[in-house]
């Protein structure tokens, strides 16, 4: 068990973390190492959780061992093998095993292209219209941008991010149920949480699960004495943040969401209360401001931005900003298409509640007719999703 983990780990380190090393041990030694370069196999980060998973589960002797070509089927199933949801044996692999499972079955076809639709309208028709704001924001190298410029690309990135990965999640869920196979839910309304821990409960829901059952607990989880338990959470967030990206503002990420976690628990354990309103407009100030740190190439680039959404000085765009903007639609198509992203996320129906709710209703086949035809038609601008680079 522990030679498949670390062997596991080791992959992902070396093709993963290699030039992040060189790149420290130069700036700290004055050395000049050169760079390996080395190209990261596609979806590396979330195969090998489930590798170490099934590693696990073997040892601890859960289900009997399963054919070789089902676990291959596991490792590599083709609609979450590229960026999640991050599955688990236990679940996987007696769906595969299902001989039932092997014969077409019309209403999971229909169930499944009605999901894929809708993660196909929210990758190509939101994610990567908003996207042209926060691209441009990223991509310039200036000290200073003004206050509308700040938070026009904090809050675009926000949103692009949620519906690019949900959407993602989305046709990769639909996909599988249409080969009858059930992948779990990795999104359920994050931008509604009322705290950082309601937050993770919600945002990609199967990476808190993995960390939560096969490191969180294996340290303890929550039954040790209360410092063990904050490095438990701490923990926890810093691998969260380092297996997100080489670099350290995805450790920085992972860690201010470690410390949003505890203070959320310290808050409760202390018996405060907060109407529901404020919790979720208090979680999603500082979550936006987190992103930004998620997405910026370097810190600089980060805290330029984090400092120009509090500098009012200045509520306009300036044309240093707007030269960097796409043409191929209107800025003015983009900006109501951000407010109705925005509207969606925080107050509209969640994928889930338009599957579940409205089962042989008209709106469903409404919907998958318009946002399956509405993905084709736009799909040629269509960008790499945002999760294929972890």
């Not at 068990?1 to 596991?8: A, T, W």
């Not at 993963?16 to 990261?40: H, P, V």
């Not at 969401?257 to 310290?266: A, F, L, Q």
Request: aromatic content about 18%.
């Amino acid at each position: 068990m522990s030679i498949g983990v670390l062997f596991n780990i080791g992959l992902l380190g070396y093709f993963k973390y290699t030039d992040f090393f060189i790149e420290n041990i130069n700036a700290l030694f004055g050395t000049s190492y050169l760079l390996c370069n080395i190209l990261l196999p596609l979806g590396i980060s979330f195969f090998t959780f489930q590798q170490i998973a099934f590693v696990i589960d073997s040892y601890k002797n859960k289900g009997s061992m399963p054919r070789f070509t089902d676990y291959c089927n596991f490792v590599t199933f083709f609609p979450q093998l590229i960026a999640g949801p991050i599955v688990l044996p236990e679940e996987m692999l007696p769906q595969f095993e299902n001989k039932s499972n092997r014969r077409i079955n019309y209403k999971n076809l229909y169930d499944g292209l009605f999901i894929f639709s809708l993660g196909l309208a929210k990758k190509v028709l939101i994610a990567d219209s908003i996207a042209v704001f926060a691209n441009a924001g990223f991509s310039l190298n200036l000290d200073h941008f003004t206050m509308a410029e700040a938070w026009l690309i904090s809050l675009s990135y926000t949103f692009q991010l949620y519906f690019d990965f949900s959407g993602y999640c989305d046709m990769a869920i639909g996909i599988g149920k249409m080969f009858n196979i059930n992948l779990p839910l990795n999104f359920n309304a994050p931008y509604r949480a009322k705290n950082f821990q309601d937050f993770w409960r919600r945002w990609h829901m199967t990476l808190n699960r993995f960390l939560t059952q096969y490191l969180y607990i294996p340290l303890g989880g929550s039954r040790c004495s209360e410092p063990r338990v904050l490095f438990n959470i701490m923990l926890v967030f810093f691998v969260s943040g380092f297996w997100h990206g080489a670099g350290w503002t995805f450790i920085i990420w992972g860690i201010c969401h470690g410390c949003g976690v505890i203070i959320s628990r310290w808050w409760r354990k202390s018996g405060f209360r907060m109407p529901d309103l404020l919790g979720m407009a208090i979680t999603f100030f500082f979550i936006n401001i987190l992103w930004v740190l998620f997405r910026a190439d370097n810190l600089k680039t980060a805290w330029n931005i984090i400092k120009s959404m509090f500098d009012n000085t200045s509520l306009t765009l300036t044309p240093a900003y707007t030269s960097h903007l796409p043409s191929i639609l209107p800025n003015s198509v983009n900006t109501i298409i951000l407010f109705a992203a925005m509207l969606i996320a925080i107050i509209g129906p969640t994928g889930y509640q338009l599957m579940t709710e409205y089962k042989g209703h008209r709106l469903r086949q409404l919907m998958t007719i318009v946002c399956f035809v509405g993905g084709i038609l736009f799909i040629s601008r269509v960008v790499t999703f945002l999760y294929f680079n972890f």
